[in-house]
């Protein structure tokens, strides 16, 4: 075994495969890598491997060999230099998570913590869900042969999403309520061992999350950024890249950290909120509302972990409105040709706003994690550009309407 789970609040081991929480503090769990055959590594050790989460094998607490894979991981960090003109920037990427197999970021956890639901045996699975989640649980669970039962907030979820759900053969149902009461929901019956709960409480997905960290520093050439910005939803995301940065410094593979800086929706921001006053816990926002449904998490059950990883990095939390959200969608698939979601398109808004408040400088080197696909939610896009022209088929006519 080259890990343990403990509990991040108290400490104490943790031995129960299906538990969430400590059974002595009631805190969040975490892994504890044991990575002294790593400390005798070079990063050009793990280059025989491809790109994607499994090169990084020694830091993951599953035997590559047992991993289900989709061959994740492996997304492109895009130089922006139109975005660096009109923002005002010199030296910023977009990593481009919407390049994973299921379109979000959310495969590199789950690549990880299904593997590890199949080595504890474990035969049905389930999430709560704003959407992401449950598609690539869908298809992981598939690919392992696992039962898979995913609750979604009614009404809420972005039709590319819910689409991917229901294809891959999950059990699909709809909540009366938001994430958080869902979240709720499959946390009792993991509780009864019902099933095998793979949110990101489940302290095995960040560890695959991880990987989007070692990524950018492997493409950056281990050259480490000024900043990495991201959106923050249940905040386990902006966690597991500082979990990376912390176990990168532990084998004296990088020697500072970025300053972590996360981003969420006016409508939407516990987090947010306890960091303009200093506080390291969070009070929940009772009815989140944004377009970034991905996001809309009024009650993160990482908070307190994403507000550690923000303090630690003398990093900041910001928040956007819904119409910044939606116009750095815009400009980044207009200037950059990058289509991602609203959530993801919020880490950019957060970027913009931090640049015009003199916040960011123009020479940091930033970058932000786009978190997932543009064809995940093809109804706000619709709804944000022009519609189509009509047209019958004739050439002249549609050079008139070219010229207008
Ligand atoms: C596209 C997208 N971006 C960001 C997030 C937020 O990630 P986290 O919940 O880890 O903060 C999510 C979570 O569902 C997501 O789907
Ligand atoms: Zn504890």
Redesign the pocket.
């Known amino acids: 075994m080259n890990h343990k789970v403990i509990c991040w609040d108290c400490g104490m081991e943790i031995e129960d495969p299906y538990a969430d929480t400590c059974h002595r503090c009631g805190g969040l769990l975490t892994v504890k890598m044991d990575l002294e055959p790593v400390k005798e590594m070079k990063p050009e050790d793990l280059a025989s491997r491809p790109m994607g989460v499994w090169r990084y094998h020694p830091f993951l607490p599953i035997d590559v060999d047992k991993a289900i894979t989709l061959l994740e991981g492996g997304t492109p960090l895009y130089p922006c230099h139109a975005l660096e003109e009109d923002i005002g920037m010199q030296r910023l990427h977009v990593k481009y998570?919407g390049a994973n197999p299921t379109g979000?970021?959310?495969d590199r956890g789950m690549t990880v913590g299904v593997s590890r639901a199949v080595a504890v045996g474990a035969k049905v699975v389930g999430c709560a869900?704003?959407?992401?989640?449950s598609a690539s649980l869908a298809a992981y669970a598939a690919k392992a042969g696992l039962r898979c039962a995913v609750l979604l907030p009614s009404g809420k979820v972005a039709l590319g999403k819910l689409a991917q759900a229901m294809f891959f053969g999950a059990s699909v149902i709809s909540i009366d309520g938001n994430f958080d009461d869902a979240l709720r929901t499959v946390r009792e019956l993991a509780d009864e061992n019902y099933l095998y709960l793979l949110n990101?409480i489940n302290p095995y997905r960040p560890e695959g999350?991880k990987s989007v960290l070692f990524e950018i520093m492997d493409q950056l050439s281990y050259e480490v950024p000024d900043r990495i910005i991201?959106?923050?939803?249940?905040?386990?995301?902006?966690?597991?890249v500082y979990k990376a940065l912390t176990e990168l410094q532990e084998v004296g593979w990088i020697d500072r950290m970025p300053m972590l800086t996360?981003v969420q929706a006016d409508g939407s921001m516990p987090i947010v909120q306890s960091f303009q006053t200093g506080r390291d816990d969070f009070d929940p926002v009772p009815t989140p509302e944004t377009v970034?449904t991905?996001?809309r998490?009024g009650n993160?059950v990482?908070g307190r972990k994403?507000l550690k990883a923000i303090y630690s990095t003398r990093g900041c939390a910001v928040s956007v409105t819904d119409e910044e959200i939606l116009q750095a969608q815009r400009m980044l698939g207009r200037r950059e040709g990058v289509g991602v979601?609203p959530?993801?398109a919020?880490s950019i808004a957060g970027l913009i706003k931090l640049r015009a408040s003199g916040e960011v400088c123009k020479d940091e080197k930033v970058v932000c994690i786009c978190?997932?696909n543009a064809l995940?939610d093809p109804d706000t896009i619709i709804k944000s550009c022009p519609p189509p022209m009509q047209s019958k088929a004739d050439a002249s006519a549609i050079k008139r309407l070219l010229q207008a």
Do not use: D, H, R, Y
């Open positions: 998570e979000s970021f959310k869900s704003t959407g992401n989640t990101s999350q991201l959106p923050v939803g249940n905040a386990a995301n902006i966690w597991a996360g970034a991905a996001i998490i993160p990482s994403a979601e959530a993801s919020a978190t997932g995940k």
